[in-house]
């Protein structure tokens, strides 16, 4: 049994560049949900993925944009990067939603300059 | 607009004493609460939940307490161990929106010292 993975660890870019973080989900696992941490906060959620298709979102802008696919992998996707958007990206798979047996990833430490 | 408020950054405990954790939330719609763990450059890992239906549970070293009236949990860790050392973030859900989201507080540093 594999555990979440991400990819890349880090990342540079700079503001206006587009960027696609992947995540792959442990075995077993339908669900997908996102989320952003800043420096010095908490973990927010943006969306989720149940069976490729989105199933609830945060309040995050339409520049951030996802896909699910059929082996339950995902990408986020940010466009127009701001650098406010320098961040920990995190991914969490589970069966289903269920929020126990949810497990992340290690992240994504993106920073745009 | 902070539904969930962790509002000590840090706290700092003796090796064998207790360790109490609290968070505070806002938002009525709340229904399921957890805790997670995390240590540096890994993911937050699920500590222990509690239902809005019960007010307290426990799991060996670990118990959460929870408050509805007050909208305050806490999560006591005894005895405190080097090895929990960690940032601690306590997180909520309530079916709304769409999706099993998790909302989480800003985390609270603790160092179990020796």
């Known amino acids: 049994e594999t555990g979440v993975t991400q990819s890349p660890t880090h990342l540079i870019k700079t503001r206006g560049q587009q960027v696609t973080l992947r995540c792959s989900s442990q075995s077993g696992h339908n669900t997908v949900s996102w989320y952003q941490q800043a420096l010095g906060q908490g973990p927010q959620f943006i969306f989720q993925?149940?069976?490729?298709?989105?199933?609830g979102r945060g309040n995050f802008p339409p520049r951030f944009s996802g896909l699910q696919f059929p082996n339950y992998s995902s990408e986020l996707n940010v466009n127009a990067l701001e650098l406010d958007d320098s961040a920990l990206y995190l991914c969490?798979?589970?069966?289903?939603?269920?929020?126990?047996?949810?497990?992340f990833g290690p992240g994504t430490r993106l920073l745009v300059l | 607009d902070q539904q969930v408020k962790q509002n000590s950054p840090s706290l700092s405990v003796q090796e064998g004493r207790i360790s109490i954790l609290n968070c505070d939330y806002t938002?009525?719609?709340?229904?399921?609460f957890l805790w997670y763990k995390k240590y540096p450059a890994e993911g937050p890992t699920f500590l222990i939940s509690i239902s809005s239906i019960k007010d307290k549970n426990e799991d060996g070293r670990f118990t959460v307490f929870l408050n509805k009236s007050a909208k305050h949990l806490s999560l006591h860790i005894v005895p405190s161990q080097p090895g929990d050392s960690a940032v601690y973030f306590c997180?909520?859900?309530?079916?709304?929106?769409?999706?099993?989201?998790?909302?989480f507080g800003t985390g609270t540093q603790l160092k179990v010292e020796l």
């Open positions: 969490a798979s589970s069966f289903s939603g269920a929020l126990e047996t949810q497990y």
């Open positions: 997180a909520a859900s309530g079916l709304t929106g769409g999706g099993n989201k998790l909302t």
């Open positions: 993925y149940y069976r490729e298709e989105e199933n």
């Open positions: 938002n009525s719609m709340f229904d399921y």
